[in-house]
């Protein structure tokens, strides 16, 4: 569960840092399909860095290196609480039952919403007449086709609701229809359909649910959306229309039943920024100073690649002594010399499993010394022991223990292990040296 909590707060961080770069660098941007981009670009960012790892040198490769191929995975013991005694608070759980009630009751929000347009959608009547001819004549002028792959249908109500488009449908109640408007919403309408920006605020949507606690990812999905309404009130402006009988129609309708959430809606968005951008040229500029994107998500991998390597430095620093037992050989164990769990060309094999099947049995045979159990003694005990080239278990050695009561438990079981498969190096059979974390934790 650690990687989760792990994952989410990186994927957050990255979301606030992208959120603050584009609003100082990007919001003012006239260069509206180049945002659009960028707003969707910074929540894959978001998603995809957190996973990203890059090589941070000696102590990045060869620290992780050390602890994949020499600390093997931990055997852990737990033992029954004793009575009068508290447990630890299971913080990692409530972190993931919070985390997915809230991620839950995100997506129920915007289930309900959808159900409410599609409950508007069906109450609808398709147009006819002269409203589906022009509508089929502004198709035509934009390159689309009534029907076509994106859909693109008028649809008019007689309820009181703001023009608004959701994947290919455009929905108006009858009087904007009939009024001198009619040309102007179904072009804004259209803008969004030919873009796809149904589909932008879905993946917003989704984005949202995933981070539902940030701030900042609704705010980006609202600045997505802001860009939508530019790029649409351009392309009004663009066939023609009067820049300042198109900012007093906005006006008109800047009230009324909105659907911010999961439809693209005439009145959406804040009106004084709209007409503000209406009246800006794009300038390439733009494209330029969004490059600095580039360095700003190096940094956040270099920092979250250096950020799991202290992570595996401290577990080195606690294992350090393991480390410096290892036997090492760089002649890949020659005759009469042991060589290192890693170094085995044929690693040895336990009842026909690998060292993973070896710690199952360790747990099945374990018992937590009790007088340890009741004086909370716990914590890890290292030992080291080699598989002979006979399949023996030998030189027992407890290189690290928190008490001496749970080295001798480690001790007694490993006397009881049944015979392995011995390890090989270039075909013959080997003595291996390994190292076994063993962990001793008090359960709820």
Partial sequence: MEWLMAYILKSATVTVVLYVFMKMLMEGESLHGYVRFMWLASMILSLVLPLAVIDVGETGRG????????????????GEKPEGQGGAIPYAMIFAAVYIAGAAATAAMYVWGHLKIRKI????????????????????????????????RLLLTEEDVSPFSIFGYVVMNRKDAESAAFRDIVLHELAHISRGHSYDLAAAEVFTVLQWFNPCAWLTKSSLAQVHEYIADRHVLECGTNIYEYQLLLIKKAVGQRFHSVANSLNHSN?????????KNPKPGAVIKSLLALPVSAMLIVSFSAMNSSAADKVTQTS???????????????????????????????????MSSFTVWMM?????????RNEKIGGRVVVKFTITSEGKLADTEIVKSPDEMLSEEVRRILALSPDWTPGKVDGRNV????MLPVVFAISE
Avoid: W
């Fill in 431 to 434: 003595d291996v040296s390994v």
């Fill in 121 to 152: 959608i069906r109450r609808c009547t398709p147009a006819e007449g002269r409203y589906a001819d022009e509508f089929r004549t502004l198709c035509g002028r934009i390159g689309m086709r009534p029907g076509s792959v994106q859909r693109a």
């Fill in 63 to 78: 620290i992780a290196e050390q602890v994949r191929t020499l600390v093997l995975p931990d055997v852990t013991v737990t």
């Fill in 271 to 279: 009106l004084k920024k709209r007409i503000t951008m209406m009246e």
């Fill in 320 to 354: 350090s002594t393991i480390q410096t037992a290892v036997p090492a050989s760089s002649d890949n164990a020659p005759d009469g010399k042991t060589c290192s769990y890693a170094e085995a060309d044929v690693k040895p094999r336990f009842q026909g499993g690998d």
């Fill in 364 to 372: 099945n045979q374990m018992k937590y010394p009790e007088k340890a």
